[in-house]
Every structure is written in structure tokens, then in C-alpha cells.
């Protein structure tokens, strides 16, 4: 039988270098001949472009209750049209964030990570999550050239990076310093995800 695609999820606190990086991962990926699906969350269905444009055209928060079922419902379409049939199709599907970003931004207003974690049982575990850690200085700082949105304020930064840095030590995430040259945090994601194809390549098919 043909063996199922691999699942990444890298996460992050905003200006962590998603971006940089998963463009620069799926660029090598595709040079190595690999079919490679990038997606993101918010998706571009109709939940995610409503949470979008919410945060982007009000600059205002909705209850963070209300956000979790909002990503959660996202999520949901996300994987049944993206995710899952990328896989089956034995597609590398790469995720701007996933279900750790809820945890870690409505976890850090004070929502229970157990009913953010119960909303979200439906959705697959990825094969690698990779934690871009960087100082919300560091973050912000790269955000300054660009709109900042309503998530993006220091203090609650500093909330979700911990709570970013409690999944890593409880290894659910694989941390990557990216307060570094871009070049070297490459190198580090580069191995990780060569690590998790060559377990892949010698496991039983399935």
C-alpha cells in the first residue's frame, strides 16, 4: 500500500520566522523531489477568512472563549479539505500553526488547555512540530516593518511563549532557537525533518 504523506507544524509567537522558514524547508523539500503541500491557520475557507478579517479590519478581540471555537471549527474544515487528503496522497504537508497555537494564545487569556484540547480531539497529531522560539522583543521587533495585529501586544507575547516553551519541555514541540542567522536555524530544521523522513522510509509500510 502507498505510504501516507508526512504531517509539520511549526509554531511560534508572532515575527518567530515561520514564514522564512517554511518557505526556504519547502523549497529544498521540492529540490529533493518530495510533493510538498504549505498550508496555514487561519485556512482560507470561509472560517479562517472570517477570522482574518475580523482581527485585521476591527483591531479588536472577541471573547477568547469564542476565538478557540472559531479555530477550532476552522481546523476542522482545514483538515478534512487540506490536510487529510494531502496526506493521502502521500503529500509532505508543511502547517503555518495548528492546534498549539490555540493552546498557546487562548491558553494565555486564561481558557482552559483542557476544553481547548477536548474542541480539538478531531484533529490529527502531526509527525513533527517544530517550536521557532524566539524573545517577544526579538518578535516584535522583526514585526515592526509590517501592520501589527491585535494578537501581537508584549506582555501577552511573553504569556503565549510560555506556554510555548511548557509544551516543548513536556515534548509536544521540538524547540528551535531562531534568535540566529537565518542559515543556522535552517540547518536545524533541515535535519529534524531529513531525521523524521528517514524514520519514515525504514518503518513498516502501511
Known amino acids: 500500500m502507498v505510504r501516507r504523506g508526512a504531517f509539520i507544524v511549526f509554531e511560534g509567537i508572532d515575527g518567530s520566522g515561520k514564514s522564512t522558514h517554511i518557505r526556504?524547508?519547502?523549497?529544498?523539500?521540492?529540490?529533493?523531489?518530495?510533493?510538498?503541500?504549505?498550508?496555514?491557520?487561519?485556512?482560507?475557507?470561509?472560517?479562517?477568512?472570517?477570522?482574518?478579517?475580523?482581527?485585521?479590519?476591527?483591531?479588536?478581540?472577541?471573547?477568547?472563549?469564542?476565538?478557540?471555537?472559531?479555530?477550532?471549527?476552522?481546523?476542522?474544515?482545514?483538515?478534512?479539505?487540506?490536510?487529510?487528503?494531502?496526506?493521502?496522497?502521500?503529500?509532505?504537508?508543511?502547517?503555518?500553526?495548528?492546534?498549539?497555537?490555540?493552546?498557546?494564545?487562548?491558553?494565555?487569556?486564561?481558557?482552559?488547555?483542557?476544553?481547548?484540547?477536548?474542541?480539538?480531539?478531531?484533529?490529527?497529531?502531526?509527525?513533527?512540530?517544530?517550536l521557532l522560539d524566539v524573545s517577544p522583543e526579538t518578535g516584535l521587533g522583526r514585526m515592526r516593518r509590517h501592520r501589527r495585529t491585535v494578537f501581537e501586544v508584549y506582555t501577552y507575547q511573553q504569556k503565549v511563549r510560555a506556554l510555548y516553551l511548557q509544551f516543548a519541555e513536556q515534548g509536544e514541540l521540538v524547540k528551535v532557537d531562531a534568535d540566529r542567522p537565518v542559515d543556522e536555524v535552517q540547518r536545524d530544521i533541515s535535519a529534524l525533518v531529513q531525521d523524521l523522513l528517514r524514520g519514515r522510509e525504514a518503518g513498516p509500510q502501511t
Open 24 to 130: 526556504l524547508l519547502c523549497r529544498d523539500l521540492r529540490g529533493q523531489g518530495h510533493d510538498v503541500l504549505w498550508t496555514s491557520e487561519p485556512s482560507r475557507g470561509r472560517i479562517g477568512r472570517f477570522i482574518r478579517e475580523y482581527v485585521e479590519r476591527r483591531r479588536s478581540r472577541l471573547p477568547p472563549e469564542v476565538e478557540a471555537l472559531l479555530f477550532a471549527a476552522d481546523r476542522f474544515q482545514h483538515v478534512r479539505r487540506i490536510i487529510e487528503p494531502g496526506l493521502e496522497r502521500g503529500h509532505i504537508v508543511v502547517s503555518d500553526r495548528y492546534i498549539h497555537s490555540s493552546l498557546a494564545y487562548q491558553g494565555a487569556e486564561g481558557v482552559s488547555l483542557g476544553w481547548i484540547r477536548e474542541l480539538n480531539m478531531f484533529a490529527p497529531m502531526p509527525d513533527l512540530c517544530i
